[in-house]
Every structure is written in C-alpha cells, then in structure tokens.
C-alpha cells in the first residue's frame, strides 16, 4: 500500500512541514509537465553553492505573499527575520516581538514558500537564559513554524554556547554578528561595528567561534568590506552580508527595503545607506489607494462591470412584493429603480 503525506494527521496546532513541493497528485502518477522539478532547497545544497563559489540570495518574509514572491523569484533562502517587529508590527526595535508571534509569521510563510530553505530568527528573550530555553525555543521554532532552521545574534559567549547547544540538539543554525540588532541597548543604538582594530578583530573572532559551534553560515551586518572580507576568508562556511559589501558569500536584504515600500521611521535610518531600491512599490500602493478613494467619492466605483452578481429578472416582481407585504416599501421602491436602470442599460 502507497502512503502520502495527505494519509497522516498532525496533531492540533502543529504545521506539517513537506521537503518537497510535489503535489500529491504526482505519486501515483509522475510529475506534470507544467510541475517545476525544484525541490526545497537544503542547508546541504546551500554548502555546495558555497563549495562552488555560487552567490546566495536571501530576503526576508513574513507573510503567505511575500513567500509567494520568493519563491516566484527562485531566492535560496526566505527568512522570517524579528525585523517583523518594525517592518510589520512598527515597533522602534526588533526587541518587542514574541516567540508567539515569531510562530504565526513562519506558519503563513510555510505556506507561500515551497522552494526556499525556511530560516527563522529567534527573537530576543527567548534563548539567552540558558541552553535549555535556547533548545526549547528552536524545538518550537521548527515543529510548530515548520521552519528548517534558526538564526540567532551572537556576541557573548552565552550565545555561543547556546547555538552548539542548539546544532547538538540536531537544529541547523545561522549565526549573526557585526550589527546586532538585539544588542541596541549594549552597541548604543544600530551602530556598525567593525570601524576600529578591536571591533574588527571581534567580528572575525565572534564568526569563527560560531563556525566552531557548528554554524553553517554567518549573516555579517554593517560591518566594512575589508573585515567582511577577511571574516569570509576565514571562514569555511558562507557569509551572507547585509551592508556588508560584495565580498560574501551571499547577500540578504529586508523585503520591503528592496522593494522601496513604506518604511518606519527608525529602520529607514539604518537601511538607506546600504539598501539598493529594486522598485518602488510604496508609490504603486499610495497611487492605487488615492486613486480607488477618488472613484469611490465621485461614485465611479463600482460599475457595472464590477458588480456582476444578478438575480433572475422572473424573480425581480417577486422580491418587490415580498418587501411591500414585509411592510419595506422604500426598499421596494430602491430594488425596483435598480431593475428598471438594469433593464435600461440592457435595451441601449
């Protein structure tokens, strides 16, 4: 007997997570033609990329549509970032954002992205007590996000050591370091780092000791070129930069930064000096919102051609009268000046 994913029932509340994107369809019957042959994509199959000397591409999302995109776009990695809590949420830091709501944001992003690897930042609060609260919180992460592996900031030996607890558990993990968001209240504010010796030294001594942890690849954030270089140099995993310059191993960028949309205050501050603008969908989105607000005021909006639901014209008497014996004669009147303009429009 053949078993699909569709013959087994998760328990309530919990995502079933599919490595590939085949529909069920396909198991008894091979692949469509019109079936893409992408499977997603593994930590593996990133570690060859890297092997090969191939660039990757990683963007944000938070959402069902912004993993639509992304997988549209055939980008490697989504990443359901805590920069949710500014971009989404509006908070002024990442800080504010729960592992709860870190759960719903990768569980519709789950379901948009069938292609990239699932990667989920673990939001602040949630993994620096102990080693056992950082295993809980990506246990968490992966069986009820249905993510296949996390991210966390580095910086203190703490972190370190709660990312090789992590990897023992049998979790993927992303490291991070230079500009640590999390870290706001020790770094001053979004400050980069790596702009003096001993800053620099740390960003390469911090990514070498998550690699040692069992790291399979570092974001470096607003850190220089040069240090971005020698940290990627040193490394044998790959770094992902973010205002980093181009001398990682791959790149990632916010999704709303890169498509220009509406940006909060604070986050705007940051990511304007390093954030290329692909398009400029806040102008598309303010123009049709202007512009659906004009027609609904002048009473353009909807037309005829918008509003396509009829009742049977045999029926239209029918319904007058049931209104007039229900006492509701403006109502009457309102439904039977609509089926004479109907009927009026039909015969010109």
Do not use: W
Request: hydrophobic share 45%; charged share 20%.
């Amino acid at each position: 007997m053949a078993f699909t994913a569709a013959a087994f029932v998760s328990p309530p509340g919990l995502v079933v997570h599919c490595m590939s994107n085949v529909p069920e369809s396909t198991v008894y019957c091979g692949p469509k033609s019109m079936q893409s042959p992408d499977r997603r994509v593994t930590v593996t199959q990133i570690k060859q990329k890297h092997k090969k000397g191939d660039p990757i591409t990683m963007v944000t999302a938070y959402d069902y549509p912004s993993a639509v995109h992304l997988d549209s776009a055939g980008i490697d990695i989504a990443l359901v970032g805590d920069s949710a809590a500014m971009v989404v949420h509006g908070y002024d830091t990442t800080l504010p954002i729960t592992l709860d709501e870190m759960l719903v944001h990768c569980r519709a992003v789950t379901r948009g992205a069938k292609r990239p690897l699932l990667v989920a930042d673990l939001p602040f609060g949630f993994y620096e007590s102990s080693s056992i609260q950082a295993i809980d919180s990506a246990m968490r992460i992966l069986k009820e996000g249905a993510m296949d592996a996390v991210k966390l900031e580095a910086g203190a030996p703490s972190r370190i050591t709660a990312a090789k607890a992590i990897v023992e558990a049998g979790i993927a993990v992303m490291g991070h370091v230079g500009l640590t968001p999390q870290a706001i209240s020790v770094l001053g504010g979004f400050r980069p780092q790596g702009r003096n010796v001993a800053s620099a030294v740390k960003v390469v001594e911090t990514a070498l000791a998550l690699q040692e942890a069992g790291c399979f690849a570092i974001v470096l954030e607003c850190v220089p070129p040069l240090v971005a270089a020698a940290a990627t140099s040193a490394l044998q995993i790959p770094t992902i930069g973010i205002g980093a310059g181009p001398f990682c191993s791959g790149q990632v960028l916010v999704y709303h930064d890169l498509l220009g949309m509406m940006q909060h205050p604070h986050h705007a501050k940051v990511t304007k000096k390093f954030c290329k603008q692909y398009a400029h969908v806040g102008d598309v989105i303010n123009k049709a919102l202007v512009d659906y607000k004009e027609e609904v005021t002048r009473g353009a909006f909807p037309g005829a051609s918008h509003s396509p639901y009829k009742i049977n014209a045999a029926d239209v008497d029918g319904f007058v009268s049931e209104l007039q014996r229900m006492g509701l004669d403006k109502a009457a009147s309102a439904a039977a000046e609509v089926a004479d303009k109907n009927n009026t429009s039909k015969s010109n």
